[in-house]
């Protein structure tokens, strides 16, 4: 495996780790209140948990891999590579979460993944 796709591979997997990470743990803390100033206190204060924090910097390396990851590669090549992590969310989501799949969503995915593969081509 060339570094690049290295590179690439971890901004999918970092990117989709603080999906899910976020999504367990903002889960958790209930429901976003109505008032907007409710709002602003209710965010800020998941930024003492400590998942919530892992999430967030996974997305800050997931940044930085991206960013090698464009020393290697062409825009137009990686970017639908990155569409990657939304069968990943998917699958995980289902397993995790219990998240309902419909034909809706694997067709959706079906036809990513073929654009992956058209596009991964030219």
Not at 42 to 55: A, E
Not at 76 to 100: K, N, Q
């Amino acid at each position: 495996m060339e570094i690049g796709h290295l590179y690439v591979l971890l901004t999918i997997l970092l990117t989709v780790y603080g999906q899910l990470v976020l999504k367990w743990h903002i889960s958790q803390a209930g429901p976003l209140p109505i008032a907007l100033v409710d709002k602003i206190i209710f965010l800020l204060q998941q930024f003492g948990n400590v998942w919530i924090l892992s999430g967030l910097a996974a997305a800050f390396v997931a940044a930085l891999c991206w960013m090698a990851a464009m020393t290697r590669f062409e825009l137009s090549y990686a970017y639908p590579l990155m569409s990657l992590s939304f069968v990943l969310v998917l699958g995980l989501s289902v397993a995790f979460f219990h998240e309902a799949i419909t034909a809706s969503k694997v067709i959706g995915i079906a036809l990513i993944v073929a654009g992956i593969i058209i596009g991964s081509r030219g």
